[in-house]
């Protein structure tokens, strides 16, 4: 089932995800919803908060990435078929030196910035067997991991960027909290909550 996307501007976003449990209710079809969410929407990740729920869950498809021309033949392989569903994720490391790339994000329409994040990241997660593992990851993909997983900790990309540009697209910001965006997606905004 598709979901509508919460916008910028909505509590849930800045709530920090809780750790879940493998009886955590309608887990599967959690899951499923948020990759089909996803899909719809020509995402490359989906994080629990983006559609309402703040539990630490995020899932992520970085395969529309390995058509991308500036990346090289080895990450274009990497990135093809790389799905996996990110539960009670933790960050153990950041390393390497920051390099910038343009993000976007499916609750912050129409906005994307240049943020700088470490290459190289050391995950903790579970899959949906809920056995824990620890992992290493790089590149692109590296990227919309700590994308993901900043939505789990009530961050959003938009608060990585200088104050200078935070005042340039304050107006685009306001607009999706008020809802005047226009999606080929679902959306549900903050404004209509309090219209209510």
Same mark, same amino acid.
């Given at each position: 089932?598709?979901?509508?996307?919460?916008?910028?501007?909505? *509590?849930?976003?800045?709530?920090?995800?809780?750790?879940?449990? +493998?009886?955590? +209710?309608?887990?599967?079809?959690?899951?499923?919803?948020?990759?089909? @969410?996803?899909?719809? !929407?020509?995402?490359?990740?989906?994080?629990? *908060?983006?559609?309402?729920? !703040?539990?630490?869950?995020?899932?992520?498809?970085?395969?529309?990435?390995?058509?991308?021309?500036?990346?090289? @033949?080895?990450?274009?392989?990497?990135?093809?078929?790389?799905?996996? @569903?990110?539960?009670?994720?933790?960050?153990?490391?950041?390393?390497?030196?920051?390099?910038?790339?343009?993000?976007?994000?499916?609750?912050?329409?129409?906005?994307?910035?240049?943020?700088? #994040?470490? +290459?190289?990241v050391t995950i903790e997660y579970c899959e949906e067997d809920f056995v824990m593992k620890t992992e290493v990851f790089d590149g692109l993909i590296a990227r919309v991991i700590q994308h993901e997983y900043d939505h789990i900790e009530g961050v959003l990309f938009t608060d990585k960027i200088s104050s200078l540009k935070k005042r340039l697209i304050q107006k685009k910001l306001k607009n999706?909290?008020?809802?005047?965006?226009?999606?080929?997606? #679902?959306?549900?905004?903050?404004?209509?909550?309090?219209? #209510?």
């Amino acid at each position: 089932m598709i979901l509508p996307i919460v916008g910028y501007g909505d *509590p849930v976003l800045r709530k920090v995800g809780e750790a879940i449990t +493998p009886d955590y +209710p309608g887990l599967k079809e959690t899951i499923a919803n948020m990759y089909e @969410t996803m899909y719809n !929407a020509y995402g490359v990740g989906l994080a629990a *908060p983006q559609v309402g729920i !703040a539990i630490r869950l995020f899932v992520i498809d970085t395969t529309p990435f390995s058509d991308d021309e500036d990346v090289s @033949t080895k990450e274009q392989k990497e990135l093809k078929g790389f799905k996996k @569903t990110f539960i009670n994720a933790k960050i153990v490391k950041e390393e390497g030196e920051e390099w910038s790339f343009n993000e976007g994000c499916l609750s912050i329409p129409d906005v994307r910035e240049d943020v700088y #994040r470490k +290459p190289t990241v050391t995950i903790e997660y579970c899959e949906e067997d809920f056995v824990m593992k620890t992992e290493v990851f790089d590149g692109l993909i590296a990227r919309v991991i700590q994308h993901e997983y900043d939505h789990i900790e009530g961050v959003l990309f938009t608060d990585k960027i200088s104050s200078l540009k935070k005042r340039l697209i304050q107006k685009k910001l306001k607009n999706i909290t008020e809802g005047k965006t226009f999606q080929e997606y #679902r959306m549900k905004f903050a404004a209509a909550k309090k219209g #209510r």
